[in-house]
């Protein structure tokens, strides 16, 4: 199907790589989701008659880019969703930063909550009632002149979390004017990309890795990632 970019595939799961402008999930507005469309592409791939089962594992915001994983089955669903819950899923991002982090590798804790009303992550440096802990690592691989590549591992998952994390410590990320960017970026989105899942097969039990190639934009270009 034009305009899905598999990266992974089998009769258990599939994985996409997802552009910045698409919403994983219905919302408010209406528009069509990933989800809708790698249904429609198993359908037409296979043949298949009636409802297609897709199971959303995950979801990343509609501005991020990136892989994202769906199951096929509800016994891979199930499975994947307790792999998500027990944090036995190695989540790794990319961002792009106008400034530079405190430090050049750190493990950053944090408790947030969600305001609903304004889809807004809140961060406290301190326990509060309501609010989840929050931790993520990250390392500062390459900088030029006006911008830093910073790589992530995210070791929990709440609402918006790298996107405010990253602002509390002074980097917000570049195009998120949500969280302090301070310009926006061409076509709506920012420069949060999540590339890489690793993790056990929810039933060949196998370790797989899958990799999200990066948008096709200059700014990432400035970076040299083969190694990432």
Known sequence: MAGLEILYEDNHIIAVN???SEIVQADKTGDETLADKVKAYIKEKYNKPGDVFLGVVHRIDRPVSGVVLFARTSKALARLNQMFADKTIKKIYLAITQNR???VEDEVHHYMSKNEEKNRALVSISQRTGYKEAVLKYRLVSSTSNINLLEIELMTGRHHQIRAQ???IGCPIRGDLKYGA????EGGGINLHSRSLEFIHPVKNEPIKIVAPLPKESVWEAFDLEDI
Request: avoid cysteine.
């Open 18 to 20: 997802k552009s910045s």
């Open 101 to 103: 982090p405190p430090k």
């Open 166 to 168: 990253l602002s509390r």
């Open 182 to 185: 301070k310009r926006s970026n």
